[in-house]
């Protein structure tokens, strides 16, 4: 398969989670940053910052069940582009009951590009049964929180430095548009192969939503032992 194309000046971040010992699982965040590229040293800065503000705004909401155990992040820029990480081992500070770990927290970025396809979103292992509203809804108040936390930690990471290195715009990033239809010769079937770009959109976020609505991650639940 050949490789995605490069995105300048942006960054991919990646939570990783433990969910007792027996699951990993996590979420990323595309982030673009101003000035030099950056190197080794300054992506272990960035991940150590962003795991810092996460730690500060969400272990709150994260059930003690779940640890982060590290950020990791590589510049997208080039080919050579500069990875880093920070290990941690944050446990949730929620102690009340867990659930499911296919449950979630959706947030849907904002975009003013439209496509097909799905929203920009990213699910977020938090929650408890405090934080209920019933078998499928969380409250109100959960929702406003995580959403202002979110906010908080957008805000927060927005000009975080690193040298030469200065985080811009939370951003989304898509390598397909479209697709081809590819028949197969021999059984006749047609399947729809998405396009790539050869130049990537990079989409600021504009804004955040958080609905109420439980969401789900079944693929959790099938990595469960792995």
């Given amino acids: 398969m050949a490789p995605l194309p490069h995105v300048p000046g942006v960054i991919r971040f990646r939570f990783h989670f433990n969910f007792g010992s027996n699951y990993r699982g996590g979420f990323g965040l595309f982030w673009r940053y101003n000035g030099s590229p950056p190197g080794g040293a300054d992506m272990d800065n960035l991940c150590a910052g962003l795991a810092g503000i996460w730690n500060n705004n969400f272990s709150s909401f994260l059930t003690s069940a779940y640890t982060l155990i590290q950020v990791s992040g590589i510049d997208l820029s080039s080919a050579t582009g500069a990875a880093g990480e920070k290990n941690v081992s944050w ?6 009951t867990s ?32 934080s209920m509203a019933d078998n499928h809804s969380w409250t109100s108040s959960f929702t406003g929180a995580v959403l202002a936390a979110w906010e908080q930690l957008v ?32 059984t006749g079937r047609s399947r729809n192969v ?13 804004g955040y939503s958080v609905p109420t609505p439980i969401a789900s991650q079944r693929r959790r639940v099938l990595a469960t032992g792995k």
């Fill in 91 to 96: 446990q949730g500070t929620d102690s009340n």
């Fill in 155 to 186: 805000t927060q990471f927005t000009g975080f430095e690193s040298n030469l290195v200065t985080m811009g715009a939370h951003c989304n990033v898509g390598y397909y548009s479209g697709f081809t239809v590819v028949t197969d010769p021999i």
């Fill in 99 to 130: 659930l499911p770990i296919d449950s979630c927290v959706l947030v849907n970025f904002g975009i003013d590009r439209h496509y097909r396809g799905g929203k920009p979103r990213v699910y977020l292992p938090l929650g408890t049964v405090s």
């Fill in 194 to 206: 998405p396009k790539k770009l050869a130049v990537p959109n990079n989409d600021p976020v504009t």
